[in-house]
């Protein structure tokens, strides 16, 4: 029983994190983060956007917001359950993305950090 407890306890502190590269960049770019983070027990999950690291999708698709950030949207929407919620951290244009995934996907989001990040303007939208 007590082994079961501590399994238990010990997962209640591992957190799933998602990480969102910018713009010209890929996936790649948080190899050390996803290194360290997963060292210390926790879930890493990295995603090329579209048409950028190993994603295939070429320019030409892109014609959306949507249709770049769909791979973010893809692996959120694949989460199976609502009560685990994953810590986004975004950079550059990614911000733009998580922005987006948190307004469709809010209750799968605990936080965003915005690292060096755009951030929209929710407050004070323009007229």
């Known amino acids: 029983m ?17 990480l ?19 060292a210390a027990g926790h879930y890493v999950t990295v995603v090329d956007l579209a048409a950028s690291g190993i994603n295939m999708t070429s320019l030409e698709e892109i014609e959306t917001l949507k249709d770049y950030c769909k791979p973010l949207l893809e692996f959120l929407n694949s989460l199976c359950t609502d009560d685990e919620k994953v810590i986004v951290i975004a ?14 996907f809010p209750c799968k989001i605990a936080v ?3 690292m060096t990040a755009f951030m929209p303007d929710t407050r004070n939208p323009p007229a």
């Open 112 to 114: 965003i950090v915005f």
């Open 2 to 18: 007590q082994k079961v407890k501590n399994t238990m306890e010990s997962k209640k502190y591992k957190k799933r994190f998602v």
């Open 20 to 38: 969102v590269h910018g713009i010209c960049h890929g996936a790649w770019t948080w190899y050390k983060l996803k290194t360290q983070l997963e």
């Open 91 to 104: 950079h550059s244009m990614g911000g733009i993305c998580a922005a987006l995934a948190a307004d469709i």
